[in-house]
């Protein structure tokens, strides 16, 4: 039996469909999210990935196309929309991180701003979130204080403390150097082994092979391709996924 084939669906995708300046960037997307799943996102540069989990939290309207978090459609409207922004924590590639406020203060804002928790509550939740990605010590930094590493531990940190139902990343580990990569994949992989349910679109092929119950190959606003890791790498179907994977692993490595 597939592993997760009887869990809850906690995401679901269905043909979703966008448009920019007349053209297609998406064609028709459909998957579902398992509860603890780690689906991966592959695929070319301009593919439409970080169109697609835009078009997944309504940071971007699709033109068509529907979306449901735990069985309830996702429907842009100003009443319903930051309830649902609130129940999916993005990671972006560059942090997006408020420079005026402290590694705390970014993990806090969220949590007072929006969740309308009292300052202490919210203060000691944010300080348990940083300890989880292990920069309790860091706390008072503020981001021009910190490593790439660092910060991104601080992004993920602040999408944890709304207690997401699943996490969205968004190549969390492009915009760092080589050496900050493995701090930010060693806090995914353990979000992941905890059982959290994820969507992670990556370059890091070596990482989503051993973290992904199931990688995803997009090509041109389309899925070519998916299926379990070891299927996928070692006997995709077409010889696009294949030149994919070779080229990719040329250039960034295991
Ligand atoms: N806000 C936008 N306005 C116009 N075109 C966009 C916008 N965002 C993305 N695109 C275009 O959509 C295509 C897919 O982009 P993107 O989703 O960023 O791909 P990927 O993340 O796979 O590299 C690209 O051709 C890009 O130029
Ligand atoms: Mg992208």
Not at 1 to 20: A, F, N, P
Not at 120 to 125: G, I
Not at 170 to 177: G, I, N, R, V, Y
Request: charged share 30%; with cysteine; glycine share 8%.
């Amino acid at each position: 039996m597939q592993k997760g084939i009887d869990k809850v669906v906690v995401l679901e995708v269905e043909d979703i469909h966008k448009k920019y300046r007349g053209q297609d960037i998406l064609k028709g997307i459909s998957f579902k999210v398992r509860k603890g799943e780690t689906k991966v996102i592959i695929g070319p540069s301009g593919t439409g990935k970080s169109t697609l989990l835009r078009c997944i939290n309504q940071l971007t309207i699709p033109d068509k196309g529907r979306i449901w978090l735990e069985g309830e459609e996702v429907i842009h409207t100003k009443k319903n929309i930051n309830q649902f922004r609130q129940k999916m924590g993005m990671v972006f590639q560059d942090f997006n991180l408020f420079d005026h406020l402290t590694a705390l203060g970014n993990v806090e804002i969220g949590l007072t701003r929006v969740k309308r928790m009292d300052k202490d509550e919210a203060r000691q939740k944010a300080i348990e979130e940083l300890k989880k990605v292990g920069l309790e010590e860091q706390a008072n930094l503020y981001p021009a204080q910190l490593s790439g590493g660092q910060k991104q531990r601080v992004s993920i940190a602040r999408a944890l403390a709304m207690d997401p139902k699943v996490m969205l990343f968004d190549e969390p580990t492009s915009a760092l150097d080589p050496e900050l990569i493995g701090e930010v994949l060693e806090v995914i992989k353990n979000l992941a082994i905890q059982g959290m349910t994820m969507i992670l679109v990556t370059h890091e092929m070596g990482f989503a092979r051993s973290v992904a119950n199931e990688i995803i190959f997009m090509e041109d606003g389309k899925i070519l391709e998916s299926g379990p890791p070891y299927q996928l790498f070692n006997n995709p179907k077409y010889e696009r996924t294949k030149r994919f994977l070779k080229k990719i692993t040329e250039l960034y490595g295991e």
